[in-house]
């Protein structure tokens, strides 16, 4: 059975493409989605994919995820990334393998973009690649359920 992974954004990304092209890119976030269920193909894995303005919502689906099965996640928590314990403690609870997409690097930006409080429960943290960083996260996440699952060894 093919892994699913899922991809989760959160607040403000669904303005991809729309405005800060300088900043986040000139693909919409449906642009995203199609370049990264082709990725996902490729790898051998089932996606889905989840943005949402409403940080409960997040919650929610992460427990979702969780509960139905999920092999694991890439996320761009947007701004909650710098302000959410709840956010957080959600990834930290869900037992899946997150990987924290940034599209900027936000390091080079403003001091309150320089905390995390989501990097810590995940397994690491990629900013600044562009939209590209959610690729590299659905190739770690393939290599390391594959890792996690070592084949059956053939029946006796
Ligand atoms: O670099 C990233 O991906 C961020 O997670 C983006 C967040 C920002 O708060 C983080 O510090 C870094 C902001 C997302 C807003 O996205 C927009 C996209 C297009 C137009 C307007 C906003």
Sequence with gaps: MKPLLAVLNG???????????????SATLEDLHSALRATASSLGADII????????????????????????AAINPG?????????????AGSGMP??????????KREPFRHHSYTAGV?????????????????EYLVHQISREKPPRSPEK
């Design 122 to 138: 995940c397994d690491g943290v990629i900013s600044g690649l562009g939209q590209q960083g959610y690729h590299f996260a659905l």
């Design 11 to 25: 607040p403000n990304l669904d303005r991809l493409g729309k405005r800060e092209p300088g900043v986040y890119g």
């Design 49 to 72: 994919f989840f943005q949402t303005n409403h940080e409960g919502e997040l919650l929610d689906k992460i427990g979702e995820l969780a509960d139905g099965g999920c092999a694991g």
């Design 98 to 107: 997150f990987v924290e997409v940034h599209i900027s690097n936000v390091h």
């Design 79 to 91: 701004a909650w990334t710098h302000t959410s314990v709840a956010l957080r403690d959600a990834i």
